[in-house]
């Protein structure tokens, strides 16, 4: 397992250049390397070789407000760019979550780590993943060499990009030494509508109806027989949005949060606040919205408790089931947390994306030495 803090621990390079040359060192000998952000995403179980962490290669090398992009070293901590943006009315719009919580770790999330994990939150749904607010990356491949896709906007991704196949490759491909972001402006009031008693049939029939509309509902998430519609922007437009929601959604009786219960409510959602303090197994599952009520149901036969977010494309699990079982009803379920279950983290690709993957780490990584085994864990 990566540790909570892996700058304590193995190798820390403290440039790129420096980080260049130890890949390459470790490509003429064939030594495996663990690749660790601030270890705060995935418990990936028993991984092979020194742990590699980015934590040193760190700093913003240059945020333009008027831009709105943002260029940060891999192991930036993420508490130091979300201030930063706060103070220039901007935002990461994917909203990525801390992770510590729910897995019980006091490492440092970095923006590395979330662009490694794709990590995306609540927002995904109206904002896109943080994939598709990437504009370029710079990072070091399975043999030492520096490697460079995209810029500062857009339309200066062309060809391969790059920054799509290594966004969610979890340092399989290569290891990120900087990411260049698009920013977007931190909308000022929001408020949240609350639908309590609702069964996780219901709460996806909200999500359906919500967001069919215009009025570009920012969070649709079921817990504990609730489900919760966000809606976010500047405040005269917010209300009428609001208020036609709750005129559709009629005769349902809605509870209406107001700013600050509402970024606390999110918070907590986009956090898990409500599975941590266990150590049973969690589990990420990805489905069509239609389809999330029966995975729920199939899931929660096997003893645990779901919540869901995405308007129902999220499904998370926490609870017994060995890993077998759950994905025998959910396939594409990943092992967040890992409860004391072995096995692979992530779910088995299907033999065509198996080829493609294998062909992909063939070309960046033949030596095979970046988290070796991970995706198949």
């Given at each position: 397992?990566?540790?909570?803090?892996?700058?304590?621990?193995?190798l820390?390079p403290?440039?790129?250049?420096?980080?260049?040359?130890?890949i390459?060192?470790?490509?003429?000998?064939?030594?495996?390397?663990?690749?660790?952000?601030?270890?705060?995403?995935?418990?990936?179980?028993?991984v092979?070789?020194?742990?590699?962490?980015?934590?040193?290669i760190?700093?913003?090398?240059?945020?333009?407000?008027?831009?709105?992009?943002?260029?940060?070293?891999?192991?930036?901590?993420?508490?130091?760019?979300?201030?930063?943006?706060?103070?220039?009315?901007?935002?990461?719009?994917?909203?990525?979550?801390?992770?510590?919580?729910?897995?019980?770790r006091?490492?440092?999330?970095?923006?590395?780590?979330?662009?490694?994990?794709?990590?995306?939150g609540p927002?995904?749904l109206l904002?896109?993943?943080?994939?598709?607010?990437?504009?370029?990356?710079?990072?070091v491949?399975?043999q030492?060499?520096?490697?460079?896709?995209?810029?500062?906007?857009?339309k200066?991704?062309?060809?391969?990009?790059l920054?799509?196949?290594?966004?969610?490759?979890?340092?399989s491909l290569g290891?990120?030494?900087?990411?260049?972001?698009?920013?977007?402006?931190?909308l000022?009031?929001?408020?949240?509508?609350?639908?309590?008693?609702v069964?996780?049939?219901?709460?996806?029939?909200?999500?359906?109806?919500?967001?069919?509309t215009?009025?570009?509902?920012?969070?649709a998430?079921?817990?504990?027989?609730s489900a919760?519609?966000?809606?976010?922007?500047?405040?005269?437009?917010?209300?009428?949005r609001?208020?036609?929601?709750?005129?559709?959604?009629?005769?349902?009786?809605?509870?209406?949060?107001?700013?600050?219960?509402?970024?606390?409510?999110?918070?907590?959602?986009?956090d898990?606040?409500?599975?941590?303090?266990?150590?049973?197994?969690?589990?990420?599952?990805?489905?069509?919205?239609?389809?999330?009520?029966?995975?729920?149901?199939?899931?929660?036969?096997?003893?645990?408790?779901?919540?869901?977010?995405?308007?129902?494309?999220?499904?998370?699990?926490?609870g017994?089931?060995s890993?077998q079982?759950?994905?025998?009803?959910?396939?594409?379920?990943?092992?967040?947390?890992?409860g004391?279950?072995?096995g692979?983290?992530?779910?088995?690709?299907?033999?065509?994306?198996?080829?493609?993957?294998?062909?992909?780490?063939?070309?960046?990584?033949?030596?095979g030495?970046?988290?070796?085994?991970?995706?198949?864990?």
């Open positions: 397992m990566i540790p909570d803090n892996p700058s304590r621990a193995g820390s403290a440039s790129e250049a420096e980080l260049g040359a130890l390459a060192e470790r490509f003429a000998t064939r030594q495996p390397l663990r690749i660790a952000g601030g270890g705060t995403r995935v418990e990936t179980g028993p092979p070789g020194e742990v590699l962490s980015t934590a040193a760190s700093g913003v090398v240059t945020y333009e407000p008027g831009e709105m992009t943002l260029i940060a070293r891999a192991g930036t901590p993420l508490d130091q760019i979300e201030p930063m943006l706060a103070a220039e009315g901007q935002a990461l719009a994917f909203e990525p979550a801390d992770m510590r919580g729910v897995l019980g006091n490492g440092t999330p970095t923006i590395g780590g979330v662009v490694a994990a794709n990590a995306s927002r995904r904002a896109g993943a943080c994939r598709d607010h990437l504009l370029g990356v710079r990072f491949d399975g030492g060499r520096v490697l460079k896709n995209g810029g500062r906007v857009m200066n991704v062309t060809g391969l990009d920054g799509k196949l290594i966004c969610g490759a979890h340092g290891v990120l030494t900087e990411v260049a972001l698009k920013t977007l402006p931190h000022p009031d929001r408020c949240t509508l609350g639908f309590h008693g069964t996780v049939e219901e709460a996806v029939a909200i999500f359906s109806t919500a967001l069919a215009p009025f570009e509902v920012s969070g998430a079921f817990r504990d027989g919760w519609l966000r809606v976010e922007g500047l405040g005269p437009q917010m209300d009428y609001r208020d036609r929601l709750l005129g559709l959604l009629k005769p349902r009786e809605a509870e209406v949060l107001d700013g600050a219960a509402t970024v606390a409510l999110w918070r907590d959602l986009r898990l606040a409500h599975f941590a303090g266990t150590d049973a197994p969690l589990w990420r599952v990805l489905v069509k919205p239609s389809l999330a009520p029966a995975t729920a149901r199939a899931l929660q036969a096997l003893g645990g408790e779901v919540s869901l977010d995405w308007g129902g494309g999220l499904v998370w699990y926490c017994p089931g890993p079982a759950v994905r025998q009803v959910a396939p594409h379920a990943t092992l967040v947390r890992r004391g279950l072995d692979p983290a992530f779910p088995p690709e299907a033999p065509p994306v198996a080829r493609l993957s294998a062909g992909l780490r063939q070309r960046f990584d033949p030596a030495i970046l988290n070796p085994g991970l995706m198949d864990r």
